[in-house]
């Protein structure tokens, strides 16, 4: 594990290829959960890393959905990726889907392994190694979506790049390089928006399960959790699931509750407002 | 009252310059097999010539906002872009490196859309755009968004290999479309989807050096089809195309005779005749962009659909079929009522 400026990095076994990784916690989950695999209709992942998709190692497609569907041999599952796209997207995009199966669920993955990346650690700007998993069931359950971008002057988005000019970063397998020059001034627009939204969810006690990128990132603590400290600091884009695996008996009796994810790339908040009763 | 989606408009932007197989680099290719061009039936394709100022990008631009006009609206009035693109780097006119954010932000940046608008990127690879148009789709229906603009853009010659007889294949290309709010009969009325990985290791998107290279200063990312991929490919590409789109007509509570046009992916014309032969269509009812642009990957379904209206093939108030296949494997069809697409 290295210290990064803001935020912890756990790095994965450089043997453990990611497509093997992803393979195994999926069929963990299918496991733990019981479920028939072929009454999973879609799978959908939104990585930011581009490598190690398939057994052939060194590819970035097709993506590592189809190595999933293959592992779990989801025979019902329709298979495509949705790059470095928040949860409350992926899940809308999910639902939607869903409607067009007669399948019971979708899995969705955001799936990192950055072994071949140079990390930003003088900024501090990193995503761990990590794997996270939804598997989502049909109901009658209804979302509401709502998209925020931030304001025109917060134009400094996170970037992945390919090192296609640095021989020797080339030569040492550091293909591709992860950055965002945040600074507080950033930190702060970020924070101000995401009171706007939690404050106005709140007002309607609706609660908030809100995405942690960095220290500062939500500093009022707006949010529904009761995730230790040590665990904040390390997840990055991981704190939804990590939440909802935690406190998923608490959350799933609740009329409403509303997941708010932040997108450092495309630099918005995604609101998916979820209720139990309505329609 | 339920919101329906329709396509308001479609365009393209095509480099200047066209390779047949007898132009250079494309003749200098080693060792493709004598029957390979009779095999696949690719004849030419354009190509980007960076010194004209043409890119992956510049060509998604060109299509974006000719698209936008065609639909009869700004760019202020896009509230949704969504991109597709094979072309994983190098596709950047401002930053050659850039892989993320995509295409659909460096579209919001350049069009110099609303801060409002909202972006996404979506991969399937060749039927990347099927699957955009469906998110579009949906999301207008949701009552999300109002303009949705869908681009796929791609440059695989920044992605062949010319060591490869692959790199035959593929060529440059952009189309866009604007999703909107049906006001007539437009509506997309049924999908179907499938995936099948049992060989989704045959055609692959891999960083490594050129063939015959061990120099890991060049890798790059190469689109590699394996020996026997051909081959496999014809024990179940053939068969599944036809399968979805079968399934969709179904589903639409619609048969055959209903639908007027079929714009499928255009991988090669041997495979079109297969897909038409399996659903059991003429080939006056689907049209070929393959033979002359080669397969854009995911622009290449926009082409064909722009080609097809531009030659008369679909009309306002016909229904088609967009259908086709992608590397993986995916299959999808989805069955349109036509309003008035503007071209």
Not at chain 1, 82 to 97: E, K, L, P, R, V
Not at chain 2, 214 to 242: C, D, H, S
Not at chain 2, 275 to 286: C, E, P, Q, T, V
């Amino acid at each position: 594990m290295k210290m990064g400026y803001r935020c912890n990095v756990y790095e994965s076994e450089p043997d453990n290829m990611l497509y093997e990784w992803v393979e195994s916690i999926c069929e963990e989950i299918i496991e733990r959960n019981n479920i028939d695999v072929t009454e999973i209709g879609v799978i959908i992942n939104s990585s930011i890393c581009l490598y190690e998709t398939t057994a052939k190692k060194n590819t970035s497609a097709p993506g590592v959905g189809y190595h999933v569907q293959k592992s779990l041999d989801a025979e019902n599952a329709f298979v495509f990726e949705t790059f470095y796209t928040d949860w409350g997207n992926m899940m809308q995009i999910a639902s939607n889907f869903m409607t067009k199966t007669k399948c019971k669920y979708a899995l969705l993955l955001q799936t990192n392994k950055f072994s071949n990346t140079l990390k930003d650690y003088y900024n501090g700007f990193s995503i761990p190694d990590g794997i996270s998993i939804m598997l989502l069931k049909k109901s009658d359950a209804s979302l509401m979506l709502k998209n925020y971008p931030l304001m025109p002057f917060v134009l400094k988005k996170a970037s992945f790049e390919f090192n296609a000019n640095n021989k020797d970063l080339l030569e040492k397998d550091l293909l591709f390089r992860l950055q965002w020059n945040y600074d507080p001034d950033v930190v702060k627009e970020i924070n101000k928006q995401l009171n706007v939204i939690t404050n106005s969810l709140q007002g309607k006690e609706v609660p908030v399960l809100v995405d942690y990128w960095f220290k500062e990132h939500r500093e009022d603590n707006a949010e529904r959790s009761i995730l230790g400290n040590a665990e904040r600091e390390s997840l990055a884009m991981h704190t939804i699931p990590c939440n909802v695996r935690k406190n998923w008996n608490e959350f799933k009796n609740l009329e409403h509750y509303a997941f708010v994810s932040f997108n450092p790339f495309s630099c918005y908040y995604s609101v998916l407002k979820i209720s139990r009763n309505e329609n | 009252m339920k919101i329906k989606s329709a396509i308001k408009s479609v365009a393209i932007s095509i480099p200047q310059k066209y390779c047949d197989n007898n132009t250079p680099p494309f003749s200098e290719i080693p060792n493709v097999p004598k029957n390979w061009e009779r095999l696949w039936g690719i004849k030419g394709r354009y190509m980007i010539d960076a010194a004209l100022g043409e890119s992956c990008s510049v060509l998604a631009k060109d299509a974006s906002l000719k698209a936008i006009d065609k639909a009869g609206l700004a760019v202020k009035d896009i509230d949704l872009i969504i991109a597709t693109s094979c072309t994983i780097t190098g596709w950047s006119d401002k930053n050659p490196e850039r892989i993320f954010p995509g295409l659909s932000d460096y579209l919001k940046t350049e069009l110099q859309c609303s801060n409002a608008t909202m972006t996404l990127e979506v991969n399937q690879t060749c039927i990347s755009f099927m699957v955009a148009l469906q998110i579009a789709s949906d999301y207008v229906e949701a009552g999300m968004y109002k303009n949705v603009l869908v681009c796929s853009s791609e440059t695989f010659t920044i992605l062949a290999d010319f060591r490869s007889s692959s790199s035959t294949l593929f060529g440059d290309g952009s189309g866009a479309v604007v999703v909107g709010q049906s006001e007539n009969k437009g509506s997309m009325l049924a999908a179907y989807y499938k995936s099948i990985p049992m060989h989704n290791e045959i055609a692959t998107l891999q960083w490594r050096p050129p063939l015959g290279n061990t120099n890991k200063e060049e890798i790059r990312p190469y689109f590699t089809l394996e020996e026997n991929g051909p081959a496999l490919m014809q024990t179940f590409v053939p068969q599944n195309v036809p399968v979805v789109a079968l399934k969709a007509i179904e589903r639409a509570n619609l048969s055959l005779e209903d639908i007027d046009h079929f714009v499928f992916h255009q991988p090669s014309p041997l495979l079109l005749k297969m897909w038409a032969m399996g659903i059991g269509i003429k080939s006056d009812k689907y049209t070929n962009t393959v033979e002359k642009y080669s397969c854009l990957s995911s622009a290449s379904t926009p082409l064909t659909l722009y080609t097809a209206l531009k030659n008369g093939k679909i009309s306002p108030n016909n229904t088609i079929v967009i259908a086709g296949a992608s590397i993986g494997w995916g299959f999808g069809a989805q069955v349109w009522n036509i309003e008035n697409i503007n071209f």
